[in-house]
Each structure stands twice: as C-alpha cells, then as structure tokens.
C-alpha cells in the first residue's frame, strides 16, 4: 500500500514539473502569431448629439433615422418669423442711430469750423479770450457726443450681425458624413435651452477598433505597432495601434487599446458594433 502510494505521488509530481514546460511551447517565446484570437468591436471616434443654438419651434425637418447625410446637409429648420421681425427692429434702430451720428458729426464739424474762426481772430482787435474759451469747449463737447454715437452705432451694428447669425444658425446643418442614428425631436415641438438635441449622428468613415486587452500583454502595443486582425468572414486585414487608453478594468485587469485600420476599404466595409479577431502576439494569453 505504502509502495503505490509512493508511486501516485511521484506521478503528480512529474506532472506538475512538466505543465510549465508544455506551456512554455504552447506559446514560444515571441513573434506574433495566431495563437489565441482576442475578440474586438468596430467603433466610431465620431459620433454625438447635433443640437440647435436657437430656442424655439422646430419649422421643419429634412431626415429620417438611417438617412445618409454629407456635411452641411439641412437637418431641421427652426421657426424663423420672430427672429426676422427681431432683425427688422434692429435694422431699423441701426439705421436711427446711423443717423444720430451723422448729426453728431454735423454738429462737431460746425463748432470746429467756429473755434477755426475764433483762432484766426488771435491778432485782431475783435479777438476774444472768452469767445475762444467757449468755442473750444463746445469743440470738445461735440466731438466727445459724436464719437458716442459712433459707439452706439456700432454697438446696434453688432446686434444687426448678431440676429442674423441667430438666423443662419435657425437651419440645423450636418457637422459632418454621417448616418441619422436617433431622432429627438419633431415638427412643430419646442426646443428649449435645457433640452437643445435635435437628433444625434455617426461618422462611419471614422472607424476605428477597441479590443480589451490583458494588462501584462499591453507591453506588446505601442502606438504605431502595426498588427493583424481577422472578420467576421475570416479575411485578414492589418491595423495600427493609435493608443493605449489610460483606464484598467479592474475586474477584467484589461486596458482598451485602439486600432486604426490601414486600409479604406476595411473601413468601408466595417459596420459599428461588428466583431473582428486580433491575431495576438506570441506569449500573451
């Protein structure tokens, strides 16, 4: 009894002094490889929420949940009736103040043309100090009313540019090549400042690929490491690390890396959300 016991125990003993060993092979010792696939997801780095800037009725829109849509393309139109009656009064105020300061100037020109006057009187027998005195000073008093009403006429001229740009921004324009993903609003609903979403878009041409990667294999992905990845349909393409994102999972113990694929085609053919394989380098698990 004693004798197989021994026997057992050395068996279990050899077993485990050679489990390292078979591991170590398993994997070799560097190189890439396809050893084990870690499983990724093509991404979009941009994608987000279009909002509008002018609170208000929502007039018109032009696009539906899946639409195709190219930079600048009209989205939704808000309401513009009171944002055109608000620029109509405000033209209307710069053209009054406009006018204002052409009278100003009138008037500054007129006392200037009278202290001129007093000036030459300077060797004259007419000539009075009190007379120049008082000239000067409504000289100076024109002058400071004029370059007021400059200020105001300004001030009202960029009121003027300011209604007009609320008006070029009433009408919603794609930010850039995208697909409409959702729809938060529709005609004839009300945007307010604390709920501004209009809808919100994806760029599918910026593709990109996140793969979770075991923290002590990150060592292996530099930025610019180019590696391989495999499709859903087995074909092979190649990528770029673009970065290493600086948060672990600390219940996975794994770090997104994100890969920039290097050909377009890929990227054309890559939907959001679809799987892909990375080919791992040899050693990591």
């Known amino acids: 009894m004693q004798h197989t016991y021994k026997i057992v125990l050395s068996a279990l003993m050899l077993i485990f002094l050679a489990t390292p060993s078979q591991a170590q092979n398993s994997y070799g010792a560097g190189g890439y ?3 084990s696939g870690l499983t990724g997801r093509a991404i979009s780095w941009r994608s987000g929420k279009v909002s509008t800037q002018i609170p208000g009725l929502v007039k ?3 696009v539906k949940i899946g639409d195709i849509v190219r930079r600048g393309d009209v989205l939704a139109v808000m309401d513009q009736v009171l944002l055109e ?16 300061a052409s ?27 009190s007379k120049l005195d008082e000239a000067r000073l409504n000289y ?56 501004p979403n209009v809808l919100e878009m994806i760029d599918t041409s910026a593709i990109e690929i996140e793969v979770d990667i075991a923290v002590q294999d990150t060592g292996n992905y530099h930025k610019g490491t180019a590696v391989s990845f495999k499709n859903n349909n087995g074909q092979p393409f190649r990528a770029i ?45």
């Not at 405000?90 to 053209?95: D, M």
């Not at 290493?244 to 890559?270: E, G, H, W, Y």
């Open 33 to 35: 490889g396809s050893v």
């Open 60 to 62: 018109s829109v032009h």
């Open 85 to 100: 009656s608000d620029l109509l009064q405000a033209k209307s105020e710069l053209a009054e103040t406009r006018a204002r």
């Open 103 to 129: 009278v100003a100037k009138a008037k500054m020109l007129l006392k200037k043309n009278i202290l001129g006057r007093q000036q030459k009187l300077r060797r004259s027998s007419a000539f009075s100090q």
């Open 140 to 195: 100076k008093i024109a002058e400071a009313e004029y370059k007021a009403a400059k200020a105001r006429e300004r001030i009202q001229n960029s009121i003027v540019q300011r209604k007009q740009l609320d008006i070029t921004l009433s009408t919603i324009r794609a930010p850039y090549d995208g697909v409409i993903q959702k729809m938060f609003t529709q005609v004839g609903a009300f945007i307010t400042p604390e709920q």
């Open 241 to 285: 690390v673009r970065a290493l994102l600086p948060v672990i999972n600390i219940r996975t113990q794994t770090r997104a890396v994100r890969f920039t694929p290097l050909d377009k085609t890929v990227i054309a053919n890559l939907v959001i959300g679809q799987e892909v394989t990375l080919i791992q380098p040899k050693g990591s698990q």
